[in-house]
């Protein structure tokens, strides 16, 4: 699921809007205990080996500054997704660079390295736990859910089994979790739009 970011960030930058931060997944951050669930939850994907993202040393400034420039790339105009707006392109530089990166690609290498661990967090305890152990409570809760048809219940099941099955990714820095694990309140209210 987080090596999926980067293309998510390319598809908005196209647009024109950057749902960037909002897409990668902080919807893991901070959330009550799962209940069972109406239709198919949406389980991390582990991604290819190709697609694997470096993992960068994060830092207090790169999480804040994830965190401010979320509000404003979100801001930004949509557009054609055959021809990117080259203003919005340079505004979505420009809203990196003001927020500490370098560069977009180094926003999103910070957002990938904050969502490998988030994937990883049971809103519950607020602790990373692994990949693995979060997708099979999942897989608990949808098999004791009496109201989910059997076709979606299924198909759930399928793809969740699929991603354990993949493994366990490689799990982040103890200083990366550490570190998004003490901010995952801040984190979880950017993602839930401060709520």
Do not use: H, W
């Not at 960037?20 to 991390?44: E, G, I, R």
């Not at 790169?62 to 965190?67: E, P, R, S």
């Not at 999942?138 to 493994?167: F, R, W």
């Not at 570190?179 to 839930?192: E, F, P, R, Y």
């Amino acid at each position: 699921m987080s090596r999926t970011t980067r293309a998510l960030l390319a598809a908005s930058l196209a647009f024109g809007t950057s749902a960037l931060v909002s897409q990668v997944s902080f919807a893991q951050a901070p959330q009550k205990a799962p209940a069972p669930a109406k239709t198919a939850p949406v389980a991390p994907a582990p991604a290819p080996e190709a697609e694997e993202q470096k993992e960068v040393a994060l830092t207090q400034a790169l999480i804040d500054g994830l965190v401010a420039a979320q509000p404003e790339l979100a801001k930004l105009p949509a557009g054609n997704a055959d021809k990117p707006d080259p203003k919005v392109q340079a505004q979505a530089v420009a809203i990196a660079k003001k927020n500490g990166f370098a560069s977009v690609d180094d926003l999103q290498d910070a957002a990938d390295s904050v969502e490998a661990v988030l994937d990883g967090v049971d809103p519950e305890t607020k602790t990373y736990v692994g990949v693995v152990p979060l997708l099979k409570k999942q897989v608990a809760a949808i098999e004791a859910d009496t109201k989910m048809k059997p076709k979606d219940k299924a198909a759930a099941l399928k793809d969740i089994n699929e991603a354990i099955a993949a493994g366990e990714p490689t799990k982040p820095s103890d200083g990366n979790i550490a570190l998004v694990t003490k901010n995952i309140d801040k984190l979880g209210q950017m993602a839930g739009g401060g709520q």
